[in-house]
Structures are given as structure tokens and as C-alpha cells.
């Protein structure tokens, strides 16, 4: 039993070392990224180096360290992860525009490749705001209204495939809403706005139901303040996602008033 106990202690460290070590590699990477472009393209907003390392603390924080350690008898702790893995690290990495960076980063063939692939069907299927919406929800529904929050922590191999669905399913739901990467296929702005106020009303409605309906083997009080944390820390992050949804509608409004008012003046003298 001690000899049990003492190999998942290492096992558990040398994943925790690991985590370490791809989240210095995913920062120093994306920095010489800035410091190589930057010679050669226009200078890379210092925000979204902040974004980028906070968003990937974020993340890692949901796999690694004592909030990490307490999710796993905890469900109100697993919530909070839930929050950063599958919502606010997400929407942080969005805002950071790592694809941008990447492709005007590697070499030429390499980035008509990745373009290539961006551009491909599958790809613009898959960051509908439609599609996006129901894998980020209905993924979420299905984990929590199903035996599948009990089967992923008698699993490792599960609880790996959960967590790596959650934060795919957030991080392609956000890059559905809000655009910040360059992209070749556009939905309008009305669509994204309904969709997201839909994914929103199933993502508090799911709260409500943990709330009176807790997971197999959570206590009612852990699942109602895992409830609660959903619910209100859900809505906080996707208050964030419409305010800059929004901005961007009306600051392309507003482009695009000026550019009218500029033709009409011109015509007007011409």
C-alpha cells in the first residue's frame, strides 16, 4: 500500500514537472516569437504578451498545484478549474493571438501550409459559432448530467481526454465569438450575438440544474457551491466575451461611417 501510495506521489510529481516545464517553453517560445517579428513586422502588442502569460498560468494552474490537488475530492475546487481551463484561460490565449503570431513567425512554405489548413473545410466547420457552441455546451452537459464526472477520476487516461475536450471546446467556442486572428470566413455579427446569448442561457441553466441535481458521489453542499461558482463565474467571463464582442461591432460601425462620410466628401468636391 505505502509502496502504491509512494508511486502515484512520483507520478504525480513528474507530471507536475512536466506541466513546469511546457509552460516556460510555451512563454519563452511566444516572446522570441515578438522579438524575431518584430524586426520585420509591425511591433506586437504588448497586451497580448500579458494575455499570452496569463492565460497559460491559467490553464496550467487547472492541471497543477493545490487547487488542481483539491479538484480531484473537492467538486467546488474542480469547478474553479473547470472556470480557468475552459473559460477564462481560453478567452485569454484568444486575445493573445498566438495563430497570428505563429504564422507570421515560421517560413514562408510553412505558412502557406498552416494557412492552407486554416482555411480548410473541416476547419471553418468546426469554428462555426453553431457548431463551436454545441461542443463547448453539450460537452459540458453531457459530463455533468451523465456518470462520466464519476468515471473520468477513476481514470486517468479519461480525466486526461475530459480536460483536453474542455479547454479545446472553450478555446475554439471563444475564437468562434470574438476575432481577434486573421481568419478567412466570417459569421455576422447578429448570428454570433444569438448563439452566444444561447450557449450562455445553457450554460447557466446546467448550473442551476447541479445546483439541484448534484453529480454521483458529490455532496448536495459541494455541488451547490460548485453550482454557484459556474453560474456566477461563467456569467463574469462571458460578460467579458459580449463587451468585447460588442466593442469590436461598434468600433467596425464606426469604420466604416467615416469611410462613407470620406467617400461623400469626395464625391462632393470632385
Not at 150 to 167: D, E, G, K, N, Q
Not at 231 to 247: F, H, Q
Request: hydrophobic residues 50%; glycine residues 6%; aromatic residues 12%.
Amino acid at each position: 500500500m505505502r509502496r502504491s501510495i509512494m508511486h502515484n506521489h512520483e507520478g504525480v510529481s513528474i507530471l507536475n514537472s512536466l506541466v513546469y516545464v511546457w509552460l516556460l517553453l510555451f512563454i519563452i517560445s511566444y516572446i522570441v516569437f515578438v522579438f524575431m517579428t518584430n524586426k520585420t513586422h509591425k511591433k506586437w502588442p504588448i497586451a497580448r504578451i500579458v494575455f499570452w502569460i496569463m492565460g497559460t498560468i491559467s490553464v496550467s494552474l487547472s492541471i497543477i498545484g493545490p487547487i488542481a490537488e483539491k479538484a480531484h475530492v473537492s467538486f467546488a475546487a474542480h469547478m474553479i478549474t473547470h472556470l480557468l481551463l475552459g473559460m477564462f484561460g481560453p478567452l485569454l490565449i484568444v486575445l493573445s493571438a498566438p495563430m497570428t503570431l505563429l504564422l507570421r513567425s515560421v517560413p514562408v512554405v510553412w505558412g502557406r501550409f498552416l494557412s492552407k489548413v486554416l482555411k480548410s473545410g473541416y476547419v471553418q466547420w468546426i469554428t462555426h459559432p453553431i457548431i463551436a457552441s454545441i461542443l463547448n455546451a453539450g460537452g459540458l452537459w453531457i459530463l455533468y448530467s451523465t456518470d462520466l464526472y464519476t468515471a473520468m477520476h477513476s481514470s486517468s487516461l479519461l480525466h486526461i481526454l475530459v480536460h483536453v475536450h474542455v479547454f479545446l471546446a472553450g478555446y475554439v467556442f471563444t475564437l468562434s465569438m470574438i476575432y481577434i486572428e486573421v481568419t478567412s470566413h466570417r459569421t455576422s455579427f447578429q448570428l454570433r450575438a444569438i448563439v452566444l446569448i444561447i450557449a450562455m442561457a445553457a450554460h447557466s441553466i446546467l448550473s442551476k440544474w447541479i445546483y439541484a441535481n448534484p453529480p454521483v458521489g458529490v455532496e448536495t453542499a459541494d455541488a451547490q457551491l460548485g453550482g454557484m461558482l459556474m453560474y456566477y463565474g461563467g456569467d463574469a467571463i462571458d460578460l467579458m466575451i459580449v463587451i468585447i464582442l460588442c466593442s469590436q461591432y461598434f468600433r467596425g460601425k464606426n469604420r466604416a461611417t467615416k469611410g462613407r462620410a470620406f467617400t461623400a466628401v469626395k464625391t462632393s468636391e470632385g
